[in-house]
């Protein structure tokens, strides 16, 4: 969720649903950026790094997203449903919790959890580009997390997420269906035969 500010209070209640829910997680947040006015270190709950260390790892800054979930560790994958970390967990064959916040990802949504059945929801309702009034609770993300991981549809949603990672592989493959689509319009541009256009 790289384009997002959560209040701090809407973090603390991620970080104990992280450490509730007894899974392993990596955690990516925004280095040195201020939240409600607060520094971001004062959202962490009292002693959580090291209460989590072994089974938690907190990433400030930047992280390589792809890398990240093409390693075979790694078990879900919590997204906004913006539509390119959806195909990147898709393509990883990653399934996710997802937690819609803005535009077009509350129906990327509905693809992911109701469509594809790939994903859980966080019970996320608010479309919002700035401040958040609604907070998202710890059970509730802890459900979501716990359902994904080790829940009676953890296998299913896997097995499902692993399909379509598959079939993206052979799409992009030589002649697979997205290979022939891009040569197709490669060829139709060319086809029109478009005067050069000057820059600078």
Same mark, same amino acid.
């Given at each position: 969720m790289s384009k997002t500010d959560f209040s701090a209070s809407q973090l603390i209640e991620i970080a104990k649903a992280l450490a509730a829910s007894g899974q392993n997680f990596i955690w990516v947040v925004k280095n040195g950026e201020k939240t409600e006015g607060e520094d971001r270190e004062e959202w962490l709950p009292e002693g959580f790094e090291k209460k989590m260390q072994g089974n938690g790892l907190i990433i400030r800054g930047w992280a390589p997203q792809m890398l990240i979930l093409d390693h075979e560790a790694v078990g879900g994958f919590m997204t906004h449903c913006g539509w390119n970390s959806a195909l990147e967990g898709i393509t990883a064959g990653v399934p996710m919790v997802t937690w819609p916040l803005s535009a077009e990802q509350f129906y990327n949504e509905?693809?992911?959890?109701?469509?594809?059945?790939?994903?859980?929801?966080?019970?996320?309702?608010?479309?919002?580009?700035?401040?958040?009034?609604?907070?998202?609770?710890?059970?509730?993300?802890?459900?979501?997390?716990? /359902?994904?991981?080790?829940?009676?549809?953890?296998?299913? #949603?896997?097995?499902?997420? &692993? $399909?379509?990672?598959?079939? !993206?592989? =052979?799409?992009?493959?030589? /002649?697979?269906?997205?290979?022939?689509?891009?040569?197709? #319009?490669?060829?139709?541009? &060319? $086809?029109?035969?478009?005067? !050069?256009? =000057?820059?600078?």
């Amino acid at each position: 969720m790289s384009k997002t500010d959560f209040s701090a209070s809407q973090l603390i209640e991620i970080a104990k649903a992280l450490a509730a829910s007894g899974q392993n997680f990596i955690w990516v947040v925004k280095n040195g950026e201020k939240t409600e006015g607060e520094d971001r270190e004062e959202w962490l709950p009292e002693g959580f790094e090291k209460k989590m260390q072994g089974n938690g790892l907190i990433i400030r800054g930047w992280a390589p997203q792809m890398l990240i979930l093409d390693h075979e560790a790694v078990g879900g994958f919590m997204t906004h449903c913006g539509w390119n970390s959806a195909l990147e967990g898709i393509t990883a064959g990653v399934p996710m919790v997802t937690w819609p916040l803005s535009a077009e990802q509350f129906y990327n949504e509905k693809l992911i959890t109701d469509v594809l059945k790939i994903g859980v929801a966080v019970g996320a309702q608010e479309w919002s580009r700035g401040e958040r009034k609604i907070l998202v609770k710890m059970e509730e993300i802890e459900h979501a997390i716990t /359902e994904l991981m080790v829940g009676e549809e953890a296998e299913g #949603l896997r097995n499902r997420t &692993r $399909a379509l990672k598959e079939m !993206a592989r =052979r799409a992009t493959e030589v /002649e697979g269906s997205s290979y022939c689509d891009l040569n197709s #319009l490669l060829g139709d541009l &060319r $086809a029109m035969n478009l005067p !050069a256009t =000057r820059t600078g």
